[in-house]
C-alpha cells in the first residue's frame, strides 16, 4: 500500500516547502501519545533515510519511518480550510480502530 496525499494536501505542502526554502517532501511519522495510544507527526523532510519508505503524489514526496509506517500504511492525508481560524491537515487511516474524544491520538 502506500501513504498518499490528495491534491489539496500536496498543494500545501508544495506551498510550505517553496516558503521554506528547502526540503525533500512531508514527513509523516506516529509516536506515542495521549490516552488512545499513538498521535501523528508532521514535519519537512529534509532528507531522505536507509528506513525511509518514500510514496508521491501529485509531484509531492511523502517519506515515512519503518517502525511508523505499520501503523499508518494505506493513509490519505488531505488540507482543509472550513474557516480562515480552523485549517489543518486531515488524516484518513484506515487502521483506525479508535480515537479519543479529543481527536488527537488513536488506536491500531
Do not use: W
Not at 498518499?4 to 505542502?13: C, D, I, N, P, Q
Not at 512531508?26 to 532528507?47: H, N, W
Request: hydrophobic share 35%; glycine share 10%.
Amino acid at each position: 500500500m502506500a501513504v498518499t496525499l490528495t491534491k489539496s494536501g500536496a498543494e500545501r505542502v508544495v506551498k510550505m516547502l517553496e516558503k521554506r526554502g528547502h526540503g525533500v517532501g512531508l514527513r509523516v511519522s506516529t509516536k506515542v501519545s495521549g490516552c488512545a495510544g499513538f498521535a501523528y507527526v508532521v514535519d519537512y523532510a529534509d532528507e531522505i533515510n536507509e528506513d525511509d519508505s518514500v510514496f508521491e503524489s501529485f509531484d509531492v514526496q511523502v517519506v515515512v519511518d519503518a517502525k511508523s509506517l505499520k501503523n499508518i500504511d494505506g493513509m490519505e492525508i488531505d488540507y482543509v480550510q472550513e474557516s480562515l481560524l480552523n485549517e489543518g491537515f486531515d488524516f484518513r487511516n484506515p487502521k483506525v480502530k479508535d480515537s479519543c474524544g479529543c481527536g488527537e491520538s488513536f488506536t491500531v
